[in-house]
């Protein structure tokens, strides 16, 4: 009788801000990498905290100025890279436009601290699928909805809609602990050398940085899967 294969399990967690198109094209195509490897490989995931912009003012900034000002953009470059991304993301199979009714309102970028603690909060007390499911809501409200997801009353409701208790949501967002534990994850990225999103750590051990793609991640997690039975087996 031949013995049924065994599936190998990883953790990755993922540095990354609900502000970055890049992290959006990385999990994409992790999650295609994944699918590929059923049978073979599961992963938990695990989402953690990092600000691109943790001094953005609760007004927010509109993104064409803010992209200006921190990377010296011109229009028509930030067009070129905006046109690019929004092509790869389709591309991966998340939509960038906009999905609401009427006119779009003025694309922002905001501050991500509050969804931060929010995403820890789903981690710590409904586990990383619901913390997953949470961080896709967050996504989509920023890229698709463009919706303020600095706003506390905002995150009520976009977690409300995932299915997430409104009371919890609540306390959590007033828990000085759970914001302690993101400044903690934020500074442990900052000593992995971790200085862009998407950074990814399978099993505590192996850095993938960047917005790979599929056939990229797959490789990466067999070796990372290697590795461990070897020093197993060592």
């Not at 803010?66 to 028509?76: F, N």
């Not at 905001?110 to 619901?130: F, S």
């Not at 759970?178 to 192996?206: C, H, S, Y």
Request: aromatic fraction near 8%; glycine fraction near 8%; hydrophobic fraction near 45%.
């Amino acid at each position: 009788m031949v013995a049924a294969a065994v599936t190998a399990r990883v953790v990755i967690d993922i540095w990354s801000d609900v502000m970055c198109p890049w992290c959006v094209i990385g999990y994409k195509h992790l999650e295609q990498a994944l699918a590929e490897l059923d049978g073979e490989i599961a992963a938990t995931l695990r989402w953690q905290p990092f600000e691109l912009n943790p001094d953005m003012p609760p007004q927010g900034e509109p993104r064409d100025a803010h992209i200006a000002r921190k990377y010296g953009r011109s229009p028509e470059q930030f067009a070129e890279i905006s046109n690019r991304i929004s092509t790869l993301a389709a591309q991966a199979g998340f939509d960038m436009g906009w999905q609401g009714e009427g006119h779009p309102p003025p694309a922002m970028m905001w501050n991500t601290r509050r969804a931060h603690i929010l995403l820890r909060w789903a981690l710590e007390t409904h586990g990383p699928d619901a913390q997953t499911r949470l961080k896709l809501a967050l996504f989509r409200a920023h890229f698709q909805q463009r919706r303020n997801v600095s706003d506390p009353v905002v995150l009520l409701d976009i977690a409300a809609e995932a299915g997430f208790d409104r009371g919890g949501v609540e306390a959590a967002l007033a828990d000085d602990g759970l914001d302690g534990k993101v400044a903690w994850e934020e500074d442990r990225a900052f000593q992995m050398n971790i200085t862009g999103v998407p950074a990814m750590v399978v099993n505590g051990r192996m850095l993938i940085p960047g917005a790979q793609d599929p056939a990229t991640y797959a490789a990466i997690l067999r070796q990372a899967v290697e590795r461990a039975g070897d020093g197993a087996s060592a």
